[in-house]
Each structure stands twice: as C-alpha cells, then as structure tokens.
C-alpha cells in the first residue's frame, strides 16, 4: 500500500507541476514584440528611426521615417494623405522604450506630392532622439521578404511581413521598359488603416518603399511607392532649398 500511496503522490505532483507550467505571453523590450522573452531574436533598427504621426487637425494618424537629422531637428518621409499639405502641423511619437514612455515632438509639412503621394516633414529639437533610416542601393526584386512598422488601427509600433509581389500596380509602371521608372511595388504584407506611411525595407533594414493603402481589389496586398521616387523627392526638396 505505502509504494501505491508513493506512485499516487508522484502523479499528483506531476499533474500540479503540469497545470503551474508557465503560458506564453507577449513581452515588449523597447526594440520590438517577441513572444518569448528567451527568442527575442535579432534586433531590429527600424524601431529607431520610425515615428508614428497624428494630424490633429484632420483627425487621422499614420506611420514615417526618419531619413536625415541636421542641426537637432529631423525630416520625416510619410504620405501626402496623411500630411495634406504644407505648413501642416503634425504630432510625431517615438517608439515607446522597455518603461512604455516616448516622446513626443512638434513638426511642420515642408514638402508634398501628391501624385506620388509622398511628404516630408520636419521634426523640431529631436536631438539625437532618432536613428536615420539608409535605403536600399538595389532596387526591390519580385520574392525579395519585405517588412513593415506602423500604427495599425491605432496600435504603434505593430510589425507585419510579406514579400514582393511584383510592379506596375495600375498598369502605369512597365519597369522592364528601357528608360521607365518604377514607382509602385505591390507587397503581400497585410496592412490596415495606421500603416500609411510607414518603411516597407528589406532583411538588410533598408527601406524600398513607402506603404501607402491597401490594395482596392485585392484586400491581402498593399501599395507602396518604390525607393527610386521617394531618393527623387528627397533631391528635389533639399536642391530647391540650396
């Protein structure tokens, strides 16, 4: 009877130590989500060069990136539709650190297009606050793994991936076509309202596009503007400015 009692009293501890085993939860570490805090993985340096924007004044929020830091402010590059114009002013976050505190910084639209829609803003007295995003030398190639940072449905920094699709998103863009400039990139990373104007980049963190909307016909894909138009639009801002 004692050896019984014995091997009962093992089995209940066993089934005790089974029921307290730990379940998996979300752990924030400053630099990204990871699901266990023992796989955090590599880090990822977008987390310090994206910003998540609020347009008060038109009641909507989106995603950018910091691509330049002169004399302690920095310049953002986002979507027309979320700047709207210029002189537009713009409420920037930074990614929350390990304590969930960010900061929060005032800056002005100083440049639109809204053909591409691409903007820029500048972010006043960031200081050292942000990393500049590099883009990426090679042009973005159909199958190459994409990831994106944004503020989806509200929620900032949100991480989702995906992978090229491929060009020529409303039949306006033949990159194969000697002396055509792509401008869009169609992507599979699943996106939602928040995501605009966050950096598409690849595994080597450099960014190849901008996420602009959602496909209209096709609800798993996303649109971006390719990194050739956004270098084209950086150009033409600071030249007119020298």
């Excluded at 096709?218 to 639009?233: A, E, M, P, Y």
């Amino acid at each position: 009877m004692s050896r019984i009692a014995l091997v009962l009293s093992v089995m209940l501890v066993s089934c005790a130590a089974e029921q307290k085993r730990p379940t998996i939860k979300n752990y924030y570490n400053g630099d990204t989500i990871i699901n266990n805090v023992s796989s955090a993985g590599r880090h990822d340096p977008m987390y310090k060069s994206v910003v998540k924007i609020i347009n008060k004044k038109d009641k909507s929020l989106g995603a950018g990136f910091v691509f330049k830091n002169i004399n302690g402010n920095s310049y953002i590059m986002s979507v027309q539709h979320l700047c709207i114009r210029r002189g537009q002013r713009l409420e920037v976050h930074s990614t929350p650190d390990h304590k969930n505190g960010k900061d929060v910084f005032f800056a002005k639209v100083v440049y639109v297009n809204k053909a591409d829609d691409v903007c820029i803003a500048r972010a006043y007295d960031t200081g050292k606050q942000f990393v500049p995003a590099s883009f990426a030398k090679r042009p973005p190639q159909t199958g190459d793994k994409v990831m994106t940072i944004g503020a989806s449905v509200g929620m900032f920094p949100t991480k989702t991936e995906g992978y090229v699709i491929g060009h020529d998103l409303l039949g306006n863009d033949d990159p194969d076509k000697k002396g055509a400039i792509a401008k869009k990139l169609l992507v599979s990373t699943a996106t939602a309202g928040g995501n605009s104007g966050g950096p598409v980049y690849n595994e080597s963190y450099k960014v190849v596009a901008i996420l602009t909307a959602r496909h209209p016909d096709f609800n798993h894909s996303s649109l971006c503007t390719h990194v050739d138009t956004i270098k084209r639009h950086i150009r033409r801002y600071f030249k007119k400015k020298t």
